[in-house]
């Protein structure tokens, strides 16, 4: 073997590394977005008002998030020129966050889960309307297939239409592909840290505001389920980031879906929730609408 094929070799075996090491990641942070909404709803389950919750998730967040840009980029990394663009990115997320944890509490963890997959579909709307970009009609078809895929979720009961759970959880998914918007439109000057950051600092005083119009008195139980909430999801934050950091996006994404069989998994064990036939064939349509459209938006990026 030559000199050149064995640095080939141990090249290759690097990138293998990498990529098997993004994937851990991507999964990680999966479990850990499925232990942030089994928490938000057993918060709420306890009566804990959403944007008390919002604040906490926010404010325990910075513990992660400091030590992270501590260790990475340093502080200096928060400078920004961007501060409307952080306000609007922060605006239409913590929307998207109120509805969202509201939903929680109202519909069944996977199915809420579930729901909120739909982000990417409506990603691919916004971007013709917002960003005015080319959607071809691959990707458009795949949307449509999406949606379907989220009617058949709260098709069986007729009530659920109109349900105020799945609307708030519809909703949410609206906000997340807008904030998705927003954040695709401020990296192109701002680093990855610094818009979490913001957006976090964000959140928290938004919840903070919310303190003299009720909030509750946490026992010590429902208080460290407060406080995980904020490290549970900035680690999982944290770890979407490195995920990314190792392996290419049209890689790693697809294990996003994980997390129905974690939140799944918790609804079973805590509520004793089992998701409906429904709720996995629309979700199913989801995920693969969903991957469809990431491989096409790959591969459009790739021939440019």
């Known amino acids: 073997m030559t000199a050149s094929s064995s640095t080939d070799a141990q ?5 293998m590394q990498n990529v098997g ?25 306890r009566h804990v008002p959403v944007l008390q919750i919002i604040f ?71 971007s013709a309307l917002v960003l005015k970009e080319m959607v071809g009609r691959h990707r458009w078809a795949a949307a449509g297939v999406g949606f379907v895929g ?4 709260v098709h069986p009961d007729p009530a659920q239409m109109a349900s105020v759970g799945t609307l708030l ?22 680093p990855g840290p610094t818009i979490v950051f913001y957006f ?35 680690v999982g934050q944290l770890l979407l980031t490195e995920a990314l950091r190792r392996a290419p996006v049209a890689v790693i994404a697809p294990f996003d879906y994980t997390q129905l069989i974690w939140a799944s998994a918790l609804g079973f064990l805590v509520w004793g929730e089992l998701p409906r036939a429904a709720t996995v064939a629309g979700a199913l349509l989801v995920a693969a609408s969903s991957v469809y459209i990431l491989l096409r938006e790959t591969r459009r990026l790739r021939l440019r």
């Not at 090249?11 to 990138?15: E, I, K, L, S, V």
């Not at 909703?171 to 701002?190: K, N, P, T, V, Y």
């Open 11 to 15: 090249t290759a075996q690097r990138a």
């Open 200 to 234: 976090t600092l964000a959140g928290a005083l938004f919840g903070l505001c919310s303190l003299p119009f009720g909030w509750v008195r946490p026992d010590a139980a429902t208080l460290g389920a407060l406080i995980c909430t904020g490290l549970v999801g900035g």
């Open 169 to 190: 959880a519809l909703a949410g998914a609206l906000g997340a592909a807008g904030a998705m918007i927003a954040i695709r439109e401020i990296a192109r000057s701002e």
């Open 150 to 153: 989220v009617l058949i979720m």
């Open 21 to 45: 090491l993004g994937i851990a990641l991507r999964v990680a942070a999966m479990v850990c977005m499925a232990g942030l909404t089994a928490l938000v709803k057993w918060c709420g389950g």
């Open 56 to 126: 906490f998730r926010n404010a325990f967040a910075f513990v992660p998030v400091g030590l992270y840009i501590w260790r990475t980029t340093g502080f200096s990394v928060l400078r920004t020129a961007r501060p409307g663009g952080h306000l609007a990115r922060s605006a239409i997320g913590l929307t998207s966050m109120v509805c969202s944890f509201s939903a929680v509490g109202m519909l069944p963890l996977t199915e809420s889960t579930a729901l909120a997959f739909s982000a990417p579909l409506f990603m691919t709307a916004l």
